[in-house]
T-cell receptor, first 109, second 115 residues
Framework: AQRVTQPEKLLSVFKGAPVELKCNYS??????LFWYVQYSRQRLQLLLR??SRESIKGFTADLNKGETSFHLKKPFAQEEDSAMYYC???????????FGSGTQLTVLP | ETGVTQSPTHLIKTRGQQVTLRCSSQ?????VSWYQQALGQGPQFIFQ???????GRGNFPPRFSGLQFPNYSSELNVNALELDDSALYLC??????????????FGPGTRLTVL
């Protein structure tokens, strides 16, 4: 069965500092991985997907199949990045998402 | 283009009762997925509906059931409510496929409290 692990429930960094949110997965097939973000009082929304290999709001994430990881990184954190971040893996006939438990990122001024 | 909407926003029920939650999918989306998010956890997949048929199911008992209507809106029904059913229930709509068009767009959720 697939599993997504986000080891940090809380992460605080200062504005301008680099930030890395960790995500590890367990899946026997070829993974499709995503990062979702939920800003305060907003709904869950897609931030980026590994297949697109894109940078969104300065965030990037590289799939490392050897380490089964998909860490989210940003070189210079901004206060508006403060939010809950969820890593998710898509699988199954319904292409459903399996989420990690989330990391609450706080960017301090 | 309207986004995913859910009703009601909040709901309080007692153990043993039944509840129906509703979801209207984003315009043009014919696939609806339901997730349960317990406090402090990530969303957990309940089931998905595509063209009015159940298209996949997570590890939830049969007392969790659903419907999808011809206009692609959907209902989640939970019978014999238990205390552990207290959670945020999220609905997500999408188009089926294996491209960027199959992104799941989430609604704001319904907060269910079972006393």
């Amino acid at each position: 069965a697939q599993r997504v692990t986000q080891p940090e429930k809380l992460l605080s960094v200062f504005k301008g500092a680099p930030v890395e949110l960790k995500c590890n997965y367990s899946y026997s097939g070829s993974p499709e991985l995503f990062w979702y973000v939920q800003y305060s009082r907003q709904r869950l929304q897609l931030l980026l997907r590994h297949i697109s290999r894109e940078s969104i709001k300065g965030f990037t994430a590289d799939l490392n199949k050897g380490e089964t990881s998909f860490h989210l990184k940003k070189p210079f954190a901004q206060e508006e990045d403060s939010a809950m971040y969820y890593c998710a893996l898509r699988s199954g006939s319904a292409r459903q998402l399996t989420f990690g438990s989330g990391t609450q990122l706080t960017v301090l001024p | 283009e309207t986004g995913v909407t859910q009703s009601p926003t909040h709901l309080i029920k007692t153990r043993g009762q039944q509840v129906t939650l509703r979801c209207s999918s984003q315009s043009g989306h014919n696939t609806v997925s339901w997730y349960q998010q317990a406090l402090g956890q990530g969303p957990q997949f309940i089931f998905q509906y595509y063209r009015e048929e159940e298209n996949g199911r997570g590890n939830f008992p049969p007392r969790f059931s659903g419907l999808q209507f011809p206009n692609y809106s959907s209902e989640l029904n939970v019978n014999a409510l238990e205390l552990d059913d207290s959670a945020l229930y999220l609905c997500a709509s999408s188009l089926p496929g294996r491209t960027s068009t199959d992104t799941q767009y989430f609604g704001p959720g319904t907060r269910l409290t079972v006393l």
